[in-house]
């Protein structure tokens, strides 16, 4: 049922990205992988998070940013995460209660549109976000009236692909229709180069725009290990495309094109380019 959804959309709707993450939200970032904790901590690093200020986490998911963020905000500050799916949100708000959290909240809400007051935040913090959005301009300009003047947002966008992993992404594009082919190329279009990022979001408003790419070995234990934690996440949407008497043969291809790239322990290490862009609202 849940690929029949998916597989008659016209578009990839808003709606059903919400369904993919809810499916995801019970393993979202929890199966022994070091990956968007990594990722958030640096974000927060060059983005300056500093006690008392007031933070926005777009697309807060299982709260990667979120609780760092609150750390170092401190008491004096507060932080608001905003998340499309209902079941990432849900159980944030339990963790954020089990923790005894009173400087952090999340909300049900869209990023392509928030619907909050201009001006609200010192810093705004979209952790692989916005290449997720209908229109990744226009929600940039609307975090752009979110921000205080004199303030800053921070966004992480992948950068180029590791070669030694084509031949698994190959695997899929069989089973990626035409309307959902823009799920295949998060990393063309604006998002391509650095430069085509910055220009993009130098023309939602914003500026001083400086962006640095990183490169981070993400280590599985073995070929079985991604492919359970590829179903935790946005990748999960390639399994749910396969067929059901498919998925078995899939499965084979991967942990065959997977096998070679065995490191003498076993694991299988993914070079995962990320990049941080930090811009200003003057």
Not at 174 to 196: D, I, K, M, N, Q
Request: include cysteine; aromatic fraction near 10%; hydrophobic fraction near 45%.
């Amino acid at each position: 049922m849940r690929r029949v959804i998916v597989l008659r959309m016209s578009a990839y709707t808003r709606q059903a990205m919400a369904l993919l993450f809810d499916r995801t939200a019970n393993t979202y970032d929890a199966l022994g992988v070091d990956f968007f904790g990594v990722f958030a901590r640096e974000l927060l690093d060059r983005a300056g998070v500093a006690p008392g200020e007031r933070v926005l986490d777009v697309g807060c998911g299982r709260g990667a940013v979120l609780f760092p963020a609150a750390a170092r905000v401190g008491a004096g500050g507060s932080v608001l995460g905003i998340d499309l799916s209902s079941a990432m949100i849900e159980r944030t708000a339990k963790d954020i209660e089990d923790r005894g959290l009173a400087n952090v909240s999340v909300s049900l809400m869209d990023a392509q549109e928030p619907t909050l007051p201009d001006a609200g935040f010192d810093v705004l913090l979209a952790s692989f976000v916005v290449f997720f959005l209908p229109d990744p301009v226009a929600g940039l300009r609307s975090w752009h009236r979110l921000v205080t003047p004199g303030g800053r947002a921070g966004v992480t966008t992948f950068g180029a692909d590791d070669p030694r992993w084509a031949a698994v992404r190959e695997v899929f594009k069989p089973f990626v229709p035409p309307e959902l082919a823009w799920t295949l190329a998060v990393r063309s279009g604006l998002f391509a180069t650095v430069e085509g990022f910055g220009q993009a979001v130098e023309s939602a408003g914003f500026t001083g725009v400086t962006s640095v790419e990183r490169v981070y070995p993400v280590k599985f234990a073995d070929p079985g290990h991604w492919i359970t934690w590829s179903w935790s996440h946005g990748q999960r949407l390639f399994w749910e495309l396969v067929p059901e008497d498919r998925l078995d043969a899939v499965r084979q291809a991967v942990l065959a094109e997977l096998e070679p790239l065995r490191e003498p322990d076993g694991s299988v290490v993914l070079a995962q380019t990320v990049r941080y862009t930090i811009a200003h609202r003057g």
